[in-house]
């Protein structure tokens, strides 16, 4: 079945350190993949998506390209804050067959300053 | 309101007793999911709902548990006799539809704790 694998837990960076959290993915066809984050103590939120192949999604800093053919969609940001700090979940949705979401487990991020 | 609003954002109860978890989605939104996020594992899908049917059940973990959705808006996810192993958060979250691309937008989620 279709699965999401990501990189595990916890990451700690230094201010302005360069981020990748790998993300890769099992699923038929050509699914949508996404970035949600969720801050402590708040809800998941949408980071950033992408819908079909070699598109970038990029938000706050941050990107992800979809490469359908390595079927990955790592999260990078150049230089990270400490304000995101934060658990990243990667996901994926295959639509029209499907229509919930499949989740990775989520990675822990520390910043320090 | 502007988001998805669950509660209550906290429930404590003992075990045995049923539990209504409410989900209020983003106004227009048709499609409304359910997950459970339970300590230490990422999400998992609990049920999805287009209008006020659910075309899809298949994460509801067992007979104890049912939803359902009124005048295609608030949802409400019902636990009966519940163990222990129901502890968990459970986030509601709202697309614009069930097709295409839609991201889904989430609750701050209900955490539940069986005693």
């Known amino acids: 079945g279709d699965s999401v694998t990501q990189m595990e837990g916890p990451v700690t960076l230094s201010e302005e350190a360069f981020l990748t959290i790998n993300c890769t993915y099992t699923?038929?066809?050509?699914?949508?993949l996404f970035w949600y984050v969720q801050y402590p103590g708040e809800g998941l939120q949408l980071l950033l998506k992408?819908?079909?192949a070699d598109d970038k999604g990029s938000n706050k800093g941050f990107e992800a390209t979809y490469r359908k053919e390595t079927t990955s969609f790592h999260l990078e940001k150049g230089s990270v804050q400490v304000s995101d700090s934060a658990v990243y979940f990667c996901?994926?949705?295959?639509?029209?067959?499907?229509?919930?979401?499949?989740w990775g487990l989520g990675t822990s991020l520390a910043v320090n300053p | 309101g502007a988001g998805v609003s669950q509660s209550p954002s906290n429930k404590v109860t003992e075990k045995g007793k049923d539990v209504e978890l409410r989900c209020d989605p983003i106004?227009?939104?048709?499609?409304l999911y359910w997950y459970r996020q339970s300590l230490g594992q990422g999400l998992e899908f609990l049920i999805y709902?287009?209008?006020?049917?659910?075309?899809?059940k298949s994460g509801l973990p067992s007979d104890r548990f049912s939803a359902e959705r009124t005048g295609g808006s608030v949802s409400t996810l019902t636990i009966q006799r519940t163990q222990q192993e129901d502890s968990a958060v459970y986030l509601c979250?709202?697309?614009?539809?069930?097709?295409?691309?839609?991201?889904?937008?989430f609750g701050d989620g209900t955490r539940l704790s069986i005693l």
């Open positions: 979250a709202s697309s614009f539809s069930d097709r295409g691309y839609q991201p889904q937008h």
């Open positions: 106004s227009g939104h048709t499609a």
């Open positions: 709902f287009q209008g006020n049917s659910a075309p899809d």
């Open positions: 699923a038929t066809g050509y699914p949508s």
């Open positions: 992408a819908t079909k």
């Open positions: 996901a994926l949705k295959w639509t029209p067959l499907d229509r919930k979401l499949i």
